[in-house]
């Protein structure tokens, strides 16, 4: 079966903390995407990686960096975590192929920052 | 700029009674349309793809439809284990990467 591990369901951390969000797909996947999601706005999407060390600003990277060391890692960092980065983030993976929006996701990590 | 609403924002249905949910877009060349499912707590599932206007999927009580404009999520005799928030999702013809451009979703509740 498809996986997409995010490392933590639930974070709670101080503002101008640094926070580091890790994904492990094991599917040998090449796409791996890192989206926000808040009620009202739905599923945006903040960086993505086509391969190892590549990486793409999404619609919203203000704020984030990206890291991809190796292929079935995929890690979101906040620099200095400010409260309206609490969100639900959601770390997905998917072939290289650009004809698919197969995405398969991971449960998501709640971020709450106070 | 891509863009994609649903409709409505959410639906209450009884078991067995059928509906559709909506989902208009506004794209440059459609590559591809998706549906998601997601529960409460959990990460979106892949539900169906659609490419070209006129095409059709089924997946058990579910039914995804495509015209240039809109998509439509058919459910038949739904039960209790349907209610989750649908997603609907489109790849423009200008993106690679499987990059998508997601609506807010329809959250479902389906009452026995």
């Known amino acids: 079966d498809v996986k997409v591990t995010q490392s933590s369901r639930y974070l709670v951390k101080r503002t101008g903390e640094k926070v580091f969000l890790e994904c492990v797909q094991d599917m040998d996947h090449e796409n791996m995407f890192w989206y926000r999601q808040d009620p009202g706005l739905g599923l945006r999407l903040i960086y993505f990686s086509y391969d190892v060390k590549m990486k793409e600003k999404g619609d919203i990277p203000e704020g984030y960096s990206v890291s991809r060391e190796k292929k079935e890692r995929f890690s979101l960092i906040l620099e200095s975590a400010s409260t309206n980065q609490t969100s639900m983030y959601l770390c997905a993976s998917s072939l290289y192929h650009r004809e698919t929006g197969e995405l398969f996701f991971g449960e998501g990590s709640r971020l709450t920052v106070l | 700029e891509d863009q994609v609403t649903q409709s409505p924002e959410a639906l209450r249905l009884q078991e067995g009674e059928s509906s559709s949910l909506n989902c208009s877009y506004t794209?440059?060349?459609?590559?591809?349309l998706f549906w998601y499912r997601q529960d409460p707590g959990k990460g979106p599932e892949f539900l169906f793809t659609l490419y070209s206007a006129g095409e059709e999927k089924e997946k058990e009580r579910l039914k995804a439809t495509l015209t240039k404009k809109e998509s439509f999520l058919h459910i038949t005799a739904p039960k209790p284990e349907d209610s989750a928030t649908y997603l609907c999702a489109v790849q423009a013809g200008s993106t690679s990467y499987g990059k998508l451009t997601f609506g807010q979703g329809t959250i479902l509740t389906v009452h026995p």
């Open positions: 794209v440059s060349g459609l590559r591809g």
